[in-house]
């Protein structure tokens, strides 16, 4: 078992910029790809951004790209999500979640997930 724990969600103004964290527990950290996914009301859930086990390879949605960097600390089990230039169109409730050592895309391949944090945008 893989326990995962979110943080650093919030309110913040269109333009700003928010880092969620997500730490680990259980199995070995590093044997694991990481997503950092999001929902929005009335919406399925996506995958916006991951990382490799080794932090060598990542994945972004076009929606993201050059505004949100994921990032990991082996050392101390916890994957990043940094997000810069935010806006109202990215509030959702953010969840972190593990999966085998390569990133896939679907949410079904993840074995674990965050409980989420919520990030509000406002405009």
């Known amino acids: 078992q893989v326990q995962l724990v979110e943080s650093g969600g919030g309110l913040v103004q269109a333009g700003g910029s928010l880092r969620l964290s997500c730490a680990a527990s259980?199995?070995?950290?590093?044997?694991?790809?990481m997503g950092w996914f999001r929902q929005a009301p009335g919406k399925e859930r996506e995958l916006i951004a991951a990382?490799?086990?080794?932090?060598?390879?990542?994945y972004y949605t076009d929606s993201v790209k050059g505004r949100f960097t994921i990032s990991r600390d082996n050392a101390k089990n916890t994957v990043y999500l940094h997000m810069n230039s935010l806006k109202p169109e990215d509030t959702a409730v953010y969840y972190c979640?593990?999966?085998?050592?390569?990133?896939?895309?679907?949410?079904?391949?993840?074995?674990?997930w965050g409980q989420g944090t919520q990030v509000t945008v406002s405009s």
């Open positions: 259980g199995r070995t950290f590093n044997n694991y790809a």
């Open positions: 990382i490799s086990w080794s932090g060598g390879s990542t």
């Open positions: 979640a593990a999966d085998g050592g390569v990133i896939t895309t679907g949410a079904d391949e993840y074995d674990y």
